[in-house]
């Protein structure tokens, strides 16, 4: 069965908003209130996804944090991409506000941002010479 012209832009229409409805999803808050130390979730890499419109994105690359300084607003949502050959973490250091767990090579992680503006060095626990800084504000 062949669609006709207007039938072919009625249904890129109807997937274009049922996209728009899912990224719009994808944004809200779970609404427990919780900002502290929300765990990490953890993925095999895929091509990009509409939900992800909006987060920051750090790369591990060279067991090196790319970039090694990232800027965010508060409760920004962090997609962290393991591009080395081997396992990394992605931890705050401190009181540790997020902690990724293991990211294995070619995985994803992700983690919200802490609610409260300030700077959050952070580290690799598996090879501690790894280190980066995400600053809050």
Same mark, same amino acid.
Request: hydrophobic fraction near 35%.
């Given at each position: 069965? %062949?669609?006709?012209?207007? /039938?072919?832009?009625?249904? $890129?229409?109807?997937?274009?908003?049922?996209?728009?409805?899912?990224?719009? @999803?994808?944004?809200?808050? !779970?609404?427990?209130? !919780? /900002?502290? $130390?929300?765990?990490? +979730?953890? &993925? $095999? *890499? *895929? @091509? =990009? %996804?509409?939900?992800?419109?909006? @987060?920051?994105?750090? %790369?591990?690359?060279?067991?090196?944090?790319?970039? $090694?300084?990232?800027?965010?607003?508060?409760?920004?949502?962090?997609?962290? #991409? !393991?591009? /080395?050959?081997? +396992?990394?973490?992605?931890?705050?250091?401190?009181?540790? =506000?997020?902690? +990724?767990?293991?990211?294995?090579?070619? #995985?994803?992680?992700?983690?919200?941002?802490? &609610?409260? %503006?300030? *700077?959050?060095?952070?580290?690799?626990?598996?090879?501690? !010479?790894?280190?980066?800084?995400?600053?809050?504000?």
């Amino acid at each position: 069965m %062949s669609l006709t012209y207007p /039938d072919r832009v009625h249904t $890129a229409l109807r997937v274009g908003g049922a996209c728009v409805l899912l990224a719009l @999803a994808g944004c809200s808050s !779970n609404g427990d209130g !919780n /900002d502290t $130390a929300t765990p990490a +979730t953890t &993925s $095999a *890499s *895929s @091509a =990009p %996804s509409t939900s992800n419109v909006g @987060a920051a994105h750090i %790369s591990i690359k060279n067991f090196t944090f790319i970039p $090694a300084t990232l800027q965010v607003r508060p409760g920004t949502k962090v997609i962290v #991409e !393991n591009q /080395d050959s081997v +396992t990394h973490t992605l931890t705050a250091t401190g009181d540790k =506000p997020f902690d +990724t767990g293991d990211i294995d090579p070619g #995985e994803t992680a992700t983690f919200i941002a802490p &609610s409260t %503006s300030g *700077s959050y060095p952070y580290i690799c626990t598996i090879h501690t !010479n790894m280190k980066g800084t995400l600053t809050v504000s």
